[in-house]
């Protein structure tokens, strides 16, 4: 079993839709949970963070967090073409690093 | 504010050549990390210093080394390249363990 998983995708949404990406995790004694969007041929840019168990939203996006089912998942509201990237999930499993996902592709359909 | 500054941002080697990656952060991080990242391999750790004067391994280590040569500074080094090495190459940093990378722009690597 993979650290942290994520399904590759592609996933495709249209445009004004909800896009849900999740990610499961391992660990138990994970600390932190992060969201990266990456472009193609950019690097990975953070765009969520959440420590504690529920929700955390920021303007379009909502980092979800269930430490007992140990997934995190990232909603994305209103959904535009300029959210299609691969977006990635990190965990600090513990140690310092952080350990990332194969990372989903989701793209947006106008 | 720079971030995380990567040189160069493209290189073309000859199989047996030596080249350094060079990596500087401006942003006072305690942690910093070598990736390299792979069509359908995701991002793996090359390398990485927890702290200035520590250097640890990561999951693909072999045909690289690294040194911190400040808090600011991260080099990764290929004394001899291969083909294999052929891939994109992305410098982080980090405050301390809670918190997220920053990353680099990256380096794309071809090894002829």
């Known amino acids: 079993q993979k650290e942290v998983e994520q399904n590759s995708g592609p996933l495709s949404v249209p445009e004004g839709a909800i896009a849900s990406l999740n990610c499961t995790y391992s660990?138990?004694?994970?600390?932190?949970f992060f969201w990266y969007r990456q472009y193609s041929g950019k690097s990975p840019e953070l765009i969520m963070f959440?420590?504690?168990?529920g929700d955390k939203e920021d303007g379009r996006f909502t980092a979800q967090l269930n430490k007992a089912s140990q997934y995190v998942s990232l909603l994305i509201r209103d959904s535009q073409p300029s959210d299609s990237a691969t977006y990635l999930c990190?965990?600090?499993?513990?140690?310092?690093?952080?350990?990332f996902g194969q990372g989903t592709r989701l793209t947006i359909n106008p | 504010n720079a971030g995380v500054t990567q040189t160069p941002k493209f290189q073309v080697l000859k199989t047996g050549q030596s080249m350094t990656l060079q990596c500087a952060q401006d942003?006072?991080?305690?942690?910093m990390y070598w990736y390299r990242q792979d069509p359908g391999m995701g991002l793996r750790l090359i390398y990485y210093?927890?702290?200035?004067?520590?250097?640890d391994k990561g999951e693909v280590p072999n045909g690289y080394n690294v040194s911190r040569l400040n808090k600011r500074e991260f080099s990764l080094r290929l004394e001899s390249a291969a083909p294999s090495q052929t891939s994109v190459y992305f410098c982080?940093?980090?405050?301390?363990?809670?918190?997220?990378?920053?990353f680099g722009s990256g380096t794309r690597l071809t090894v002829v």
């Open positions: 990190a965990v600090n499993l513990g140690a310092q690093k952080l350990v």
């Open positions: 660990d138990r004694g994970s600390q932190s």
């Open positions: 959440i420590y504690s168990n």
């Open positions: 942003m006072n991080h305690n942690s």
């Open positions: 210093s927890a702290s200035e004067g520590t250097t």
């Open positions: 982080a940093s980090q405050l301390t363990g809670n918190y997220g990378y920053t």
